[in-house]
């Protein structure tokens, strides 16, 4: 199954933005049952992953899930696994920064950018103030849509590489700075894994992981762009008419 091979690419990015709004809205109403159910609302919190039956293991597979829908929406609207990539990071950007306009709608948390929220549990718990997550989630959406609306020019490909590992780095620097207090944990065990409540964010050190995660869109628009990927849509056989 893929999306109609007519269909613009401005049109594909738009059903894949009304996808993850539909989605978070989904992943909003879940965790606020859950977090009801588990008088855990306000997630910053003494004991923020209580036991109970199975919902460990059930949460962990649920949040892996997520990304797996992600992944699939864009691979089915992208053509070109640059496309692709770019149509997942989009839907990932707008899912996450959804997720948490919708549970303020449903529930009134966040109260501000700054209330600290438990992020994600694999490998091991992340936290960070709602406002750390949302930034990264609008890098996403940047590239995602450069990446998936416009094709780079030949050149920009010779610095691809070098580009890649900046942004690795940042998102590498990222993770120890959402999982810092969970790592120095690990050594006391599971349980003072699952007591962590993080007190401080290293916002200078994610400030450095945010501008290598951001390479990637300063070099696209430091090279330039060709023409929107529409382009590409031209029945086999048209001559071209842009010189390219």
């Known amino acids: 199954m893929t999306f109609p091979a007519h269909r613009s690419n401005w049109s594909r990015w ?8 539909a989605m978070a809205w989904v992943e909003s109403a879940v965790v606020y049952y859950l977090r009801t159910h588990l008088d855990r609302l306000e997630p910053h919190q003494a004991n923020p992953l209580p036991l109970l039956g199975s919902f460990g293991p059930v949460e962990l597979v649920r949040e892996l899930a997520t990304l797996i829908m992600l992944w699939t929406v864009g691979l089915l609207a992208g053509r070109t696994w640059r496309e692709r990539f770019g149509y997942t990071f989009v839907a990932f950007g707008v ?3 959804f997720y948490y306009v919708f549970l303020k709608v449903m529930c009134g948390w966040p109260h501000s950018l700054l209330d600290w929220d438990i992020l994600f549990l694999l490998p091991l718990p992340w936290w960070g103030p709602v406002l750390a997550p949302m930034l990264i989630a609008s890098l996403m959406i940047i590239w995602g849509a450069l990446a998936s609306q416009f094709e780079p020019k030949p050149r920009a490909f010779k610095f691809g590489a070098g580009v890649w ?19 120095h944990a690990v050594a006391d065990g599971v349980s003072a ?7 401080q964010f290293n916002w200078s050190l994610f400030g450095v992981a945010l501008v290598l995660m951001a390479a990637p869109i300063i070099e696209q628009i430091k090279c330039g762009r060709r023409n929107p990927i529409t382009q590409l849509e031209r029945p086999a056989g048209r001559p071209s008419t842009d010189g390219a």
């Open 14 to 21: 738009i059903t894949v933005v009304v996808f993850s709004i």
């Open 193 to 199: 894994v699952r007591a962590v409540l993080p007190t």
């Open 95 to 97: 899912w996450d920064i």
């Open 165 to 183: 590992i900046f942004s690795l780095l940042g998102a590498m620097l990222a993770l120890y700075v959402f999982m810092a207090d969970a790592i």
